[in-house]
């Protein structure tokens, strides 16, 4: 509680107290329980706070009082409340809060701190706002650590590694140099000349992403001067470079790129409907998915109306059993939804807008606990510095997930509950008729 607390028993004798309570104080844990917290609590008016805590015990009623207690260049005013504690009709305890009082000087110094703290809080949002929306790469470097302050999900996109505030750039290591094939290091960005106070750039740069996509980038780097003087951090930028003849349509973007290096690891061959639907049935499959359930999808992502589940079988080349059963784990997530049709009493299934939301959010979930377990573990217990590295790298990756997760999910989420709340605000009346009425019954609505 943000109040000094002091609880005790139905004689008046103190048992229990918050560390607020011995801060304000100045006791220790051992010697503030027992009979005689209430000198401590009022040293300059013990007569008045004896009678007052003497009434209250036989009248077993709440009450407030004011006290001053000693602080280190003068004394600060106190307000307590006590509170009976009752069982049963019978007081067995009382329950004690107190609450320095703050002069208008002091309130307002507080005020301007809390005012000052927020201002900042805003701007610092502000900035990761305009840097997640900003088409550039862009990355923030500590000038004193050499860890990363900020960091946009361009940059990530275009090195092919993920970065996280407060990570250090080690993870660049997995990035390879077009020409050599040697690691990319931070001597080798112009953000090293950016932290030792110089400009650095425009500079290309050819790499090939742990994933084996290859890009070129074109690289600058700037100091961020300090308060004092000193720079107190450097910020690069990153953008990919096009080649020219492009086409009409103007660059390839890095994503597609990686997309046609992708089919090139399936063969080279042309994407034609029949092989969408092998090459979903295969990945999703590495994902640890059925390889039906990846090739339902495929052909339900072919098909503009809903497919019936003996049409989805035949093209399929199974049973209507091995799509039952699939289609039956699918809509359980919430990725498929059956509809039966009332001319042909046929199941019809269609995907879901949130395919595989449903594994995602578990996973986010799971990884937010992972990351929790861990830095639990490592409060409450005193290992050695091999093991603390371990399961700190072990805690930093699944929060790394975690928060990849929550970009991913967080605006297909709200696009989900705002297309809810029109679909219940259209169709009000669309519910369930009531339990005991068929279809055919006729009758004003409740």
């Given at each position: ?26 006791q220790r844990r ?361 399961i700190r790298t ?37 519910v369930p008729a ?13």
């Amino acid at each position: 509680m943000l109040q000094s607390v002091i609880v005790t028993d139905r004689l008046g004798r103190a048992r229990q107290v918050n560390e607020r309570w011995l801060t304000l104080s100045g006791q220790r844990r051992a010697a503030a329980t027992g009979p005689d917290w209430l000198g401590t609590q009022a040293p300059e008016d013990s007569l008045r706070a004896a009678h007052a805590w003497q009434q209250a015990l036989q009248d077993s009623q709440p009450f407030s009082a004011t006290y001053a207690l000693p602080a280190a260049d003068s004394s600060v005013n106190v307000q307590w409340h006590h509170e009976p504690l009752r069982e049963g009709g019978a007081v067995t305890g009382w329950l004690c809060t107190g609450e320095p009082i703050l002069d208008a000087p002091a309130l307002l110094e507080t005020a301007s701190q809390e005012a000052t703290l927020e201002r900042l809080a805003l701007n610092l949002k502000g900035l990761r706002d305009a840097l997640t929306h900003l088409p550039l790469g862009a990355l923030i470097v500590d000038a004193q650590t050499h860890r990363i302050r900020l960091v946009n999900p361009q940059a990530q996109r275009l090195l092919g590694v993920t970065l996280a505030p407060g990570m250090t750039l080690s993870a660049l290591s997995d990035v390879r140099l077009g020409a050599s094939g040697s690691p990319l290091t931070v001597d080798r960005l112009p953000l090293r000349r950016a932290l030792s106070g110089q400009r650095a750039g425009p500079e290309e740069l050819n790499i090939q992403r742990p994933d084996g996509s290859r890009a070129q980038l074109r690289l600058s780097a700037s100091p961020v001067p300090g308060p004092h003087g000193p720079i107190s951090a450097a910020v690069m930028t990153l953008e990919e470079v096009v080649a020219e003849g492009a086409g009409a349509y103007g660059p390839l973007s890095s994503d597609m790129r990686r997309a046609q290096e992708a089919v090139t690891l399936h063969g080279g061959e042309p994407v034609t409907p029949g092989r969408f639907l092998t090459l979903m049935g295969e990945l999703h499959e590495q994902m640890g998915f059925p390889s039906l359930e990846g090739r339902l999808i495929a052909l339900l992502l072919l098909r503009a109306e809903p497919v019936s589940l003996g049409e989805a079988a035949s093209v399929l080349n199974v049973s209507k059993v091995a799509v039952s059963k699939v289609s039956t784990v699918m809509q359980g997530r919430g990725d498929l939804q059956v509809i039966r049709s009332f001319s042909s009493r046929e199941h019809l299934l269609a995907l879901t807008d949130h395919n595989y939301v449903h594994d995602l959010s578990v996973r986010r979930v799971a990884s937010w606990a992972i990351s929790i377990l861990c830095e639990s573990l490592l409060d409450t217990n005193h290992l050695d510095a091999a093991t603390t590295r371990q399961i700190r790298t072990h805690l930093e990756t699944h929060t790394r997930v975690a928060v990849a997760l929550e970009r991913v999910l967080s605006p297909i989420e709200k696009r989900q509950a705002s297309a809810l709340a029109t679909h219940l605000r259209e169709n009000w009346d669309a519910v369930p008729a009531p339990a005991g009425r068929s279809d055919t019954d006729t009758g004003q609505p409740d």
